[in-house]
């Protein structure tokens, strides 16, 4: 049996699932799995794009993640599999950072802000479920920057001249939103403890990327001072750079991916290349209508690959 | 079977041919846009002319044309980079081999007419397969990090690229960031030179790092402290030989005499030098004094027979990355006495 559950209506009708609606926010969520005997939590409702103000970041990705936790973590609880979604920003990015960062590279006592700093408080809540809790087995994906059409990074790199920081053209790491839904699938039905980083294979380039997408990359704004550029790019471009972002499109992040291939035996079907072709065709987002808060398409595209399943089984 | 369509229809379906119009604005007349299209050979034929004319008066040549053929040679080549558009893969670490092999005939001419560079002992490097070439450095700039690099792909006979490790400010400025990552360059992090070994990668590490590009002109070759022997844990590690490299010459392109602590800091710069040059010259004193340079590869040491645990053994690596200095700081003595000057 599957329950989902989310404060707005699911965008499309989805059978085989009761939809609840409920706020990680509230305490309600632990009721609901204690009542409904949930053996396998997927938390999805992760905010890894901080366009909707930080502040309703850290109240999802924070206390939302806290609650569901709490809600777990009860005494003879029945959760056996929990998978928690993460963000590459975790890492952040910086001159100093290694060409890749593998799954341990987490610079805890950074003096981040924004995003960062809230996943690292996260990611810090979830590790500790995970020591308190061995009868559960925890999963986070650490998805790659994706650039399904209502991402920072999309919107940024859509625009039809980009101004990029003078004198940096960094590499750039991708997830396609398929291989995303299909990661969360795999972790869910699997069983894979621990952290995980999710990208596409190879880099490309963010002069290649604004190519791909048809624009002229116009490199006019000053390295130094970002949050001048920030503000500059939200008032003349109306195109909201969050903090993370800024610094990645600076110095670049890019992640190590061994570890997914290696325990999941899986490799993204998209490479980052293809799936900055894939944004630039237009052929990113086939299964929704309209469009729809991230944490929500996933879990639709997880359910409609299930009905999916489940029709050709019948048939 | 295709039906057979009446010429009426056809003539109906066909589309008719569009007539391309020249564009709109002012253009040149044909004769001189058809004079600009060939100026190009006229001043080629009339160069190769007068080099003749002039071999025939003075008994020598005065213009080398071969050279006058590399550089348009090299400007042919960045109008077809530029055509690739952004149909072109760089590796994970954001290496353009196909865009820095057009730079060669740049650093070649300075290899060989600039600094007239003298290299020895290119055998010792693995045609290929991994290994970890360890040198001194010097110089306000680091040409002699493009002089290695250069040196392994003209004199070797498998040419290679050598990716060097930066130290991480540079990744931080404008333009350098790009460049070094273009060119093949990696942060000078351990992470990223065990990532370049297992790649079977040529790799350059300078463990003097900064300690050695600034130091004063008085100091010239006494080599710097070797970091903390990080290099040697790292071949260990990777199973990789460690090939020390000497370089005489590379001390003279910028006699620094003084250094501004202050003005470094606040641009947040690891020195800011002084020269005779710079930076009462400004732009020109960015010019490096062509010095006369050699090159020595020194024979590999093997680290294979080593077990992984000996890159925990700080002894062990202590020892074996004072043997490294050993070995640089003596190439670097019996290079110099080699050399007649320091510009002959």
């Not at chain 2, 072109?88 to 070649?108: C, H, I, M, R």
Request: glycine share 8%; with cysteine.
């Amino acid at each position: 049996m599957l329950f989902g559950c989310d404060v707005a209506d699911p965008v499309s009708a989805i059978e085989a699932m009761d939809f609840v609606h409920a706020d990680t926010r509230l305490s309600v969520i632990g009721k609901l799995i204690r009542q409904l005997h949930i053996d396998t939590v997927v938390h999805l409702a992760v905010m890894v794009d901080a366009a909707h103000g930080e502040r309703s970041v850290h109240e999802t990705d924070v206390i939302g993640t806290m609650n569901v936790l709490v809600g777990c973590a009860a005494p003879s609880s029945p959760v056996r599999r929990l998978v928690v979604k993460s963000s590459q920003a975790i890492y952040g990015a910086g001159a100093n950072d290694p060409s890749f960062f593998s799954e341990e590279m987490i610079n805890w006592d950074k003096t981040t802000s924004g995003l960062t700093r809230d996943l690292l408080e996260m990611e810090q809540l979830v590790s500790e479920f995970a020591l308190r809790n061995e009868s559960c087995g925890v999963t986070v994906l650490r998805l790659g920057s994706r650039v399904s059409e209502d991402t920072s990074l999309a919107r940024y790199l859509s625009l039809p001249v980009v101004p990029t920081f003078a004198g940096f053209d960094p590499r750039l790491q991708l997830l396609h939103e398929d291989d995303a839904a299909d990661v969360i699938v795999r972790a869910t039905v699997g069983d894979h403890s621990g952290a995980f980083n999710v990208a596409g294979d190879g880099v490309v380039l963010l002069s290649q990327a604004i190519d791909i997408m048809g624009g002229r990359a116009a490199p006019i704004l000053p390295p130094y001072a970002r949050w001048f550029s920030r503000l500059a790019l939200r008032l003349l471009a109306g195109v909201d750079v969050p903090a993370h972002l800024a610094d990645m499109i600076a110095f670049g992040s890019v992640m190590d991916c061994s570890r997914l291939a290696a325990d999941f035996g899986w490799r993204p079907a998209y490479s980052s290349r293809s799936a900055m072709d894939a944004l630039a065709l237009g052929k990113q987002v086939e299964l929704i209508e309209a469009p729809s808060p991230q944490q929500e398409y996933e879990l639709q595209v997880y359910l409609q690959q299930r009905r999916r399943r489940e029709r050709q089984l019948s048939n | 079977m295709i039906a057979e369509r009446s010429s009426a229809e056809r003539r109906r379906n066909s589309r008719k041919a569009e007539i391309v119009a020249p564009p709109p604005g002012f253009r040149l007349p044909k004769p001189i846009r058809r004079f600009q299209r060939q100026a190009p050979m006229y001043a080629l034929q009339a160069i190769g002319a007068l080099a003749v004319r002039l071999r025939e008066l003075t008994g020598r040549d005065v213009i080398d044309v071969g050279r006058i053929m590399e550089v348009v040679q090299f400007i042919y080549q960045q109008r077809e980079l530029a055509r690739r558009g952004s149909n072109y893969a760089v590796d994970d670490f954001g290496f353009d081999p196909q865009w820095t092999e057009s730079f060669l005939n740049v650093f070649k001419a300075l290899y060989h007419d600039y600094w007239r560079v003298e290299t020895t002992g290119a055998e010792h490097i693995p045609a290929s397969g991994r290994a970890l070439l360890v040198a001194n450095h010097a110089g306000v700039l680091p040409w002699d990090g493009t002089m290695i690099k250069t040196a392994v792909f003209v004199e070797h006979p498998h040419p290679r690229h050598v990716r060097a490790l930066v130290a991480s400010q540079f990744m931080g400025m404008p333009v350098m960031s790009w460049f070094l990552r273009r060119t093949g360059q990696a942060v000078g992090h351990p992470d990223d030179t065990r990532r370049l070994l297992e790649r079977d990668e040529l790799v350059l590490v300078f463990p003097e790092g900064t300690r050695g590009t600034g130091k004063s002109f008085r100091d010239r070759y006494r080599l710097r402290r070797f970091g903390r022997g990080g290099f040697v844990a790292t071949a260990i590690r990777a199973q990789a030989p460690i090939i020390p490299v000497s370089v005489v010459g590379s001390e003279e392109i910028y006699p620094m005499v003084g250094d501004l602590a202050p003005v470094a800091r606040l641009f947040g710069l690891p020195y800011f030098p002084i020269t005779p040059f710079w930076p009462w010259l400004g732009p020109l004193g960015i010019i490096p004094l062509p010095s006369k340079w050699r090159i020595q590869f020194h024979p590999p040491v093997e680290v294979a027979h080593l077990p992984l645990k000996a890159a925990e053994d700080q002894h062990l690596v202590m020892a074996l990355a004072d043997d490294v200095r050993d070995t640089i700081q003596r190439g670097i003595y019996e290079n110099l006495k080699l050399r007649r000057g320091v510009f002959l």
